[in-house]
């Protein structure tokens, strides 16, 4: 993320509210982004009023969607190595899994039995693909 220097009025809020200290300002300079520590969290450009920081979209992790069997799909995300803060991975792998889920419909005759089971937490469903 580039912090552009004609917008930047070095207030140090960017500094202030980054978790990872990726962000890096000496006294009375612009401040100094350091990617390879940066999660991505975006609290840097969201909390400078200036708009002087730019997103640029970077690959943080990956998601895998994998067929288990006839009727069950894994959905997982793996983060980059050395990223620390895998809130935004787990936030896209969550978005993805909705999306997905939206696309298959659930058939599920209702008898007591599978009642039973939903309420002790124990019910695993069966997803088919529309």
Known sequence: MPIYQYQCQKCGKCVSVCRQNAIFQAPGQYPQIFPELCSACGACWITCSQKAIKTKKR????????????????????????????????????????????????????????????????????????
Request: no cysteine; proline share 3%.
């Open 59 to 130: 690959e943080i992790g990956r998601i895998y969607q994998n067929k288990i069997s006839e009727d069950y799909y894994l959905i997982t995300g793996e983060a980059n190595a050395l990223l620390e803060e895998t809130g935004p991975v787990v936030a896209e792998v969550r978005e993805f899994a909705q999306k997905f889920d939206s696309q298959i419909e659930i058939k599920i005759p209702y008898s007591k039995k599978i009642a039973k089971a939903y309420s002790k937490g124990s019910l695993s469903l069966s997803l088919k693909e529309v």
